[in-house]
Nanobody, 122 residues
């Protein structure tokens, strides 16, 4: 079993920054991803990092603005979000999966956190 707990959400003006954290417990996973879901929209995978490697991947919508990182000592995955836009508003979830190569699709992920809300005002 893997458990994930997100933190760090909040409200910021456009152009601001937030850092989300995902505390991960358990060992049966190979990568951790961040997803987000805006009201009325489907869940979107935005970033993934492979456990104990520097390998990362980003969706085009956040590339260059968001950075995913992992702190192995703390078993935590962070998502640094800069230059936030109103369209970044939504519920942000971290998820753990076992696929060798992630396509940032929901079906690839077995374990999910409860989510943390991010609101960006214009």
């Amino acid at each position: 079993q893997v458990q994930l707990v997100e933190s760090g959400g909040g409200s910021v003006p456009a152009g601001g920054s937030l850092t989300l954290s995902c505390a991960v417990s358990g060992s049966t996973y190979s990568n951790v991803a961040w997803f987000r879901q805006a009201p009325g929209k489907e869940r979107e995978g935005i970033a993934v990092i492979y456990r104990d490697t520097p390998i990362k991947m980003y969706a085009d919508s956040v590339k260059g603005r968001f950075t995913i990182s992992q702190d192995n000592a703390e078993n935590t995955v962070h998502l640094q979000m800069n230059n936030l836009k109103p369209e970044d508003t939504g519920m942000y979830y971290c998820a753990a999966g076992r696929v060798a190569i992630s396509r940032l699709e929901e079906y690839e992920y077995i374990y999910w956190g409860q989510g943390t809300q991010v609101t960006v005002s214009s």
